[in-house]
C-alpha cells in the first residue's frame, strides 16, 4: 500500500507538553513538524520464488498424470496379454475336449494310461525308458504302446478293437487292441501318435523342469505330485507346448504357446465312496461298496464305516478336501505328502456310463427283459445274442457243438425269487435238462473203510470173521442269498462207476467177502441209501451229516435196498465208528491149523485191482425212482490209492479178540477245493497236479449250482473237489478196543462247517 508525503508528514507530529506559565509563540503549525523515518520496503523476488514453486508443483502433476497414464497403458497391455493367454487356454480346452470326442466319443473305445506297458512278466511299473515287451497281440497285431519317461507316464491313450466286423467273432477269437491316439497337445493335427510318451521333449529332469520351456510344459508338477524325487519325479506330467502364429504379415512369427493333457479318471479309485449297503443277505453287498483307503500307506486316518465322519466321505468334491476329514494326508513338514503321491491313483469324481463297449449304445437291462417273457425273434437285430426264448447265451453260430447255457436257464434263474415258500426257497428237482434245479450244494465226502472183528465158530473151532465196515459223511450248503428248506427227505446213493472187468476197492486179501462198492455182488454200499430228513439251511450255511446208529447187512442182502439215516454231525458222535454199516462175511477163519498153530488173519488193506475204483454221489428228492432227475449228481469221484503197501496190517487172533468195534484201514476225504489252500502239504510227492483246483478258480470255472459235476479229465478228484486220502496209523489209528474212526474222517466237519474257504485249520 502507497502513501502520499503529506500524509506522511501528518501523521508523524510530535505532541508537546503545555508548561503552566509559558507563553506559546504562535508559529505556523507545520514548521515544528518533524520528516518522520520512511517505512522499509518489502523485499524484491518473492514473485519468483512463488513462480517456481508453481512450476514445480506443476512439474510433479505433469509426471504424476504421465505415470498414470505409463500405469494405465501396462494395465491394459497385461489384460490384453491375460485375455489372449484366456483365449489361448480356452482354445486348448476346445481342441482337447475335441480330440476326446473324436477319439475316444465311441462307445466301443477304451482308455488307459501310457504305463499300462510292461517291461517283463511281473506286472511291475515299467522303468522309465525301457521298451514294453507286451506291444504285439496274440493276433499279431501291434498295440501301439511305447517306452515312459517322468513327465510322460500318465498320458491317456485310446484303443479300439481291431475286428471291425465283430459279429460272433467275439466269442472265437481274441480280440486285438488297435492303438488310436495319445490325447495330449501336438497330436491335433500330426499323424496318429505323432507325439509318443518316448518323446524326449517332454522328458522332465531331477529338478523337476523340461529342458526347453519354449517346447514344452510341466502341467502337474511339484505343487501336485511333491517336490522332485525319484519316486515323485515318476508322478509328473508335461505336456508339448504348441506354437500359435500370428496372422498376415506376421504369419510366420510366434504369437503365443499353449498345451493341455487329458488324464483318464477311469483308472483311479474313489477316495470318498462310503459303504451304502449293511444287508448281507443283498447281492448288492457281494461287491466292494468302497475302497480300503485305510490300508494305504499314509491314509491310516481314512474314516472307516465304524468312525462319526465316514458318513462324511460323500461331501469331498475335490481331491484337496480330503485333506478336512484327514489332516494327516495333506502334509505340514514338508516334502511329499500321502495326498500328493496319490494323485494319479485317487479321484473324487469319477463317473462310469451302462454302455455296451461292444456293440454300442446302453447295455440291455436284462432285468427288464427276464421280468416279461422271452421274446421268439430278434427286437435289435444288431446284437447277435439279445435273449431269446431257446437260444443260447453264446450264439451257436460261434460254436456248433455248443448247447448251453440257454437264455431260459437264466430266465429260470431269475424268477426262482418269485416262488419263495414263507421267505425261503424250497428245493425242487430240475424239470428239463435246461433248467436248473434248487438244492443245496455237496461241499464234502468222507468215506471210511474198515474191518470188524467178529468172534465165531467153525469146524476147526474157535474163529473170527473179518467184516467189512464203513461210514460216510457228507456236507451240504446253502449256496444262495435266502433260506433253503426241503420239504422232503433228501436221499444220497454212492454208485460205483467203476468200468466193468475190474474189482473195485474191498479187503484185498479177503476175496469177495469184504466188497465195499459192486454193482452185482455184496458190498457195503451197495443199493445203500443214506437219508437227511427234512430240514433248512440259512443263506450260505453249511452242515455236515454222518450216521446215528449201527446198521448190520446180513448174509445174502448186500445187493438189496437199504435206507440209512444221517443225523447232524454234531449229534451224532461222529468219531464213533461203532455206528456203521457192517456187511456181514460168509467165511471166517479159525484161530488155529490142523497142527494146532495160531492162524493170523490174512494181511489187510484196502485196494482195488489194476484200475482205479471211480464212484459217484447222487442227491435225489425222497419219493422218486432210482432214474429220476437228481439234485445233483458229481460223477469220477477217484478212490485211488497207488500206495497200499502202508495200510497192510495183520492181526493175530488175540488182536482181534481185544478190537471188537471196528478198525478203520482206509479214509478219502473229498471237498470243494478252499481257494489259498497250499494242498502240497497233504499231497505225496510227485502229484503236484492234484492241486490245479486249490485256488479261486474253483468258484470261477466250476459252475457250483449245475446239477452234474462231471469228469472232465482223469486225475484225483472230480473238479472242482480235491481229494485226501489217508491209510497211516496216525490219521487212522487202530489201538484197542477199536472203534475211532481218527482224525482224519471227522476233521473240518463241526459246526459252522468252512466251505469257500481254508480247511487246513483246527476245526
Known amino acids: ?45 518473492f514473485a519468483l520464488i512463488v513462480t ?47 480330440e476326446l470326442q473324436k477319439h475316444a466319443g465311441q462307445d466301443q473305445r477304451i482308455t488307459a494310461t501310457a504305463d ?98 519354449e517346447t514344452a510344459v510341466v502341467l502337474v508338477g511339484r505343487r501336485t505330485a511333491g517336490d522332485p524325487s525319484t519316486n515323485s519325479i515318476s508322478r509328473y506330467v508335461a505336456a508339448p507346448l504348441v506354437a500359435i502364429t500370428g496372422s498376415g504379415k506376421s504369419s510366420s512369427k510366434t504369437v503365443g504357446r499353449y498345451g493341455w493333457w487329458i488324464g483318464d479318471e477311469g483308472v483311479k479309485a474313489r477316495i470318498n465312496s462310503k459303504r451304502t449297503n449293511v444287508d448281507p443277505a443283498s447281492y448288492a453287498s457281494l461287491t466292494a461298496q468302497r475302497r480300503g483307503w485305510e490300508t494305504v500307506a499314509g491314509f491310516e486316518s481314512y474314516p472307516t464305516p465304524t468312525s462319526g465322519a465316514h458318513e462324511s466321505l460323500p461331501n469331498v468334491i475335490t481331491l484337496l478336501e480330503a485333506g478336512l476329514l484327514m489332516p494327516t494326508v495333506v502334509g505340514t513338514s514338508g516334502g511329499t505328502s500321502p495326498l500328493q503321491s496319490v494323485f494319479h491313483s485317487a479321484s473324487a469324481d469319477s463317473r462310469g456310463l451302462l454302455i455296451d463297449s461292444l456293440n454300442g449304445g446302453t447295455r440291455i437291462d436284462l432285468s427288464t427283459v427276464l421280468s416279461g417273457t422271452l421274446p421268439t425273434t430278434n427286437p435289435v437285430p444288431t446284437i447277435t445274442n439279445y435273449p431269446l426264448r431257446g437260444s443260447n447265451i453264446v450264439p451257436q453260430i460261434s460254436g456248433n457243438n455248443m448247447v448251453a447255457p440257454k437264455w431260459d436257464a437264466l430266465k429260470e434263474f431269475f424268477d426262482r425269487s418269485k416262488s419263495l415258500e414263507n421267505g425261503s426257497l424250497v428245493v425242487t428237482a430240475a424239470t ?23 468172534s465165531t465158530t467153525s469146524n476147526a473151532g474157535p474163529a473170527h470173521k473179518a467184516n467189512a465196515c464203513g461210514k460216510i459223511a457228507i456236507g451240504i450248503a446253502n449256496p444262495y442269498t435266502l433260506p433253503l428248506k426241503w420239504n422232503s427227505d433228501l436221499e444220497f446213493e454212492i454208485r460205483n462207476l467203476t468200468p466193468s472187468g475190474n474189482s473195485p476197492s474191498r479187503i484185498w486179501n479177503l476175496a469177495n467177502n469184504s466188497n465195499f462198492f459192486n454193482s452185482v455182488e455184496p458190498a457195503v454200499f451197495n443199493q445203500a441209501i ?141 471237498q470243494i477245493s478252499q481257494p489259498g489252500m497250499d494242498y502240497l502239504i497233504v499231497m505225496p510227492s510227485g502229484y503236484e497236479l492234484g492241486q490245479r483246483s486249490s485256488s479261486l478258480r474253483t468258484f470261477t470255472d466250476f459252475n457250483l449250482q449245475a446239477t452234474r459235476v462231471s469228469r472232465p479229465i482223469a486225475s484225483y478228484n472230480a473238479p472242482p473237489y480235491f481229494m485226501e486220502s489217508n491209510n497211516g496209523f496216525a490219521q487212522l489209528p487202530d489201538t484197542p478196543p477199536g472203534g475211532d474212526t481218527g482224525r482224519a474222517f471227522t476233521k473240518n466237519l463241526e459246526r459252522p462247517m468252512p466251505w469257500g474257504r481254508d480247511w487246513s485249520g483246527s476245526q
Open 1 to 45: 500500500m502507497a502513501f502520499s508525503a503529506t500524509f506522511d508528514l501528518f501523521c508523524d507530529i510530535p505532541l508537546q507538553p503545555v508548561t503552566q506559565g509559558t507563553i506559546v509563540k504562535n508559529t505556523p503549525f507545520y514548521r515544528n513538524l518533524q520528516r518522520p523515518q520512511k517505512a522499509p520496503s518489502p523485499q524484491r523476488g
Open 52 to 98: 517456481l514453486v508453481m512450476m514445480v508443483l506443476l512439474m510433479i502433476l505433469a509426471l504424476g498424470l504421465l505415470n498414470l497414464s505409463t500405469i494405465s497403458l501396462r494395465k491394459s497391455g497385461v489384460s490384453t496379454a491375460a485375455a489372449t493367454a484366456r483365449n489361448n487356454a480356452r482354445m486348448a480346452m476346445m481342441l482337447a475336449l475335441g
Open 116 to 213: 499300462i506297458a510292461s517291461g517283463d512278466a511281473t506286472g511291475l511299473p515299467i522303468p522309465d525308458g525301457k521298451a514294453p515287451t507286451n506291444n504285439t497281440s496274440v493276433n499279431n497285431i501291434a498295440k501301439g504302446l511305447s517306452a515312459v519317461q517322468p513327465g510322460s507316464r500318465y498320458w491317456t491313450g485310446v484303443w479300439r478293437n481291431s475286428n471291425t466286423t465283430l459279429g460272433t467273432k467275439i466269442f472265437t477269437e481274441t480280440p486285438s487292441p488297435q492303438f488310436q491316439q495319445w490325447l495330449i497337445s501336438g497330436n491335433e493335427a500330426g499323424p496318429f501318435g505323432a507325439m509318443q510318451p518316448s518323446s524326449s521333449v517332454c522328458s522332465v529332469g531331477s529338478n523337476g523342469a523340461v529342458s526347453n520351456s
Open 432 to 454: 428239463s435238462v435246461n433248467a436248473a434245479a434248487i438244492a443245496p450244494l455237496i461241499t464234502d465226502l468222507r468215506i471210511l473203510m474198515g474191518v470188524k472183528f467178529v
Open 530 to 670: 443214506f437219508r437227511i430228513r427234512a430240514a433248512s439251511l440259512a443263506a450260505g450255511e453249511a452242515r455236515a451229516y454222518t450216521l446215528g446208529g449201527y446198521t448190520l447187512r446180513a448174509i445174502g442182502t448186500g445187493t438189496q435196498r437199504i435206507v440209512v439215516d444221517l443225523v447232524p454231525f454234531g449229534s451224532s458222535s461222529p468219531s464213533d465208528f461203532s455206528k456203521c454199516v457192517e456187511l456181514d462175511a460168509a467165511g471166517a477163519w479159525p484161530y488155529i491149523n490142523d497142527k494146532g498153530v495160531l492162524v493170523p488173519l490174512p494181511s489187510l488193506d484196502v485196494r482195488e485191482s489194476w484200475q482205479t475204483t471211480y464212484i459217484g454221489l447222487d442227491m435225489r428228492l425222497a419219493g422218486g425212482s432210482g432214474s429220476a432227475q437228481p439234485l445233483r449228481r458229481i460223477e469220477g469221484f477217484d478212490l485211488d490209492n497207488g500206495y497200499f503197501g502202508a495200510n497192510t496190517r495183520r492181526y493175530n487172533p488175540a488182536d482181534c479178540d481185544s478190537r471188537p468195534s471196528p478198525v478203520p484201514l482206509m479214509c478219502f476225504s473229498f
